[in-house]
């Protein structure tokens, strides 16, 4: 099926650990994003990639380090993982001038 | 700052009836809005677009309405279903080259039987 994917699904690990989150998508798009949904169900953009290169950083702290190794790819690792860092970790993904993005299912992350 | 808000955090519709979601707001550069639908551990979902060149446009079973003097959207639900039970996000983007969407507060609808 064409479609955002994103891997894993649930993450759940100690504070100041390191962890990644992967996404892929098959449907031929340019740019992908990374989103976080906190506990109030409030989505705000973090990343913006277009053909591999970054477009759009909205502040995020430099814990967080997006990596794009291919158009279709777009992976989020973060560093020194806090208990703020708590969420839901969402991948979209657009055509290049195209306005409609498209989300992935979501990564789950709970820091303990 | 700019900032795009929706005015109840909760509706309540009986099955059949028709829900009005609201959205209000404040950039007055942006062109473009989308409402999402995102059910329970799933991510957001397309519903339905409008640029700000139009004030209505009409999907199957949604009519999303745009009034650019007083800065506010709404989307339609006819014939509410429970299978519409999700919460609903308006997003506008001020263009460029750039699609960033700036996502409103959600609204949750509850469908009761």
């Known amino acids: 099926d064409t479609a955002v994917s994103q891997t894993p699904k649930y993450l759940v690990t100690q504070m100041g650990n390191d962890k990644s989150i992967k996404c892929e998508q098959n449907l031929g798009h340019d740019t992908m994003y990374w989103y976080k949904q906190d506990s109030k169900k409030f989505l705000k953009i973090m990343f913006s990639y277009n053909n591999k290169e970054l477009i759009i950083n909205e502040t995020v702290p430099n814990r967080f380090s997006p990596k794009s190794p291919d158009k279709a790819h777009l992976n989020l690792h973060i560093n020194s993982l806090e208990l703020g860092d708590s969420a839901v970790y969402f991948c979209?993904?657009?055509?290049?001038?195209?306005?409609?993005?498209?989300f992935g299912p979501g990564t789950r992350l709970t820091v303990l | 700052g700019e900032s795009v808000g929706l005015h109840l955090p909760t509706l309540s519709v009986q099955e059949g009836d028709n829900s009005i979601i609201n959205c209000a707001y404040s950039n007055s550069a942006s062109d473009y809005f989308i409402w999402y639908k995102q059910e329970s551990g799933k991510g957001p979902q397309f519903i339905i677009d409008?640029?700000?060149?139009?004030d209505k446009r009409q999907g199957q079973r949604v009519t999303v309405l745009l009034n650019k003097t007083v800065k506010h959207l709404s989307l339609q639900i006819a014939a509410t279903q429970p299978g519409d039970s999700a919460v609903y996000f308006c997003?506008?983007?001020?263009?460029?080259?750039?699609?960033?969407?700036?996502f409103g507060t959600g609204t949750r609808l509850q469908v009761t039987l």
């Open positions: 979209a993904s657009s055509q290049v001038g195209a306005d409609e993005q498209f």
């Open positions: 997003a506008e983007n001020m263009g460029g080259t750039a699609s960033k969407l700036t």
């Open positions: 409008i640029r700000s060149n139009m």
